[in-house]
Nanobody, 115 residues
Framework: VQLVESGGGLVQPGGSQRLSCAASGFTFSSYHMRWYRQAPGKERELVAAITRDGGSTNYADSVKGRFTISRDNAKNTVYLQMNSLKSEDTAVYYC?????????WGQGTQVTVSS
């Protein structure tokens, strides 16, 4: 199992960024996917989740209305579109999947929101 995030970087407050997570080594379309983030000195928190068919999504209250999780099962990729970014969104963002009761994480991608 491999989860590889990309798309992080420096963005100004109010700006947008799209993260991608390319999955391999398992049947991607059979598993729900999640995005987490961890800010310096804070615990890792769930940001968004999506069901295996993309039909249902859930978001942390702090990102509702600003972030959108989506997936392309043909490309084995899950996305996180982040709009109206705030300084408090600065964190390392991780892609996550639970497969056969094991937790799998990507290496993370840094998102820094700063002027």
């Amino acid at each position: 199992v491999q989860l590889v995030e990309s798309g992080g970087g420096l963005v100004q407050p109010g700006g947008s960024q799209r993260l991608s997570c390319a999955a391999s080594g398992f049947t991607f379309s059979s598993y729900h996917m999640r995005w987490y983030r961890q800010a310096p000195g804070k615990e890792r928190e769930l940001v968004a989740a999506i069901t295996r068919d993309g039909g249902s999504t859930n978001y942390a209250d702090s990102v509702k209305g600003r972030f959108t999780i989506s997936r392309d099962n043909a490309k084995n990729t899950v996305y996180l579109q982040m709009n109206s970014l705030k300084s408090e969104d600065t964190a390392v963002y991780y892609c996550y999947a639970q497969i056969a009761f094991r937790d799998y994480w990507g290496q993370g991608t840094q998102v820094t929101v700063s002027s």
